[in-house]
């Protein structure tokens, strides 16, 4: 009977081996496309004199860009 947690040991860090090994591949990065960026820079007045907000508004390029 001894025999048994024995293999259950060897069993267990086999599959976390194999588990280990499959995330560590799913992991790598793949070919990493170019997205271009387009950004708008804006300035708005606030209520408060003296008091101006800036808004920068980021959004993909398209293919017409």
């Known amino acids: 009977m001894s025999g048994r947690p024995v293999r259950l040991a060897i069993a267990t860090s086999t599959m976390m081996a194999v588990t280990c090994l499959a995330m560590g591949l799913a992991a790598q990065p793949s070919r990493a496309q170019e997205i271009k960026i387009a950004k708008a820079d804006t300035h708005i007045d606030a209520l408060d004199p003296g008091i ?8 993909r390029r398209t293919a017409k860009d």
């Open 52 to 59: 101006r907000l800036f808004v920068q508004e980021k959004m």
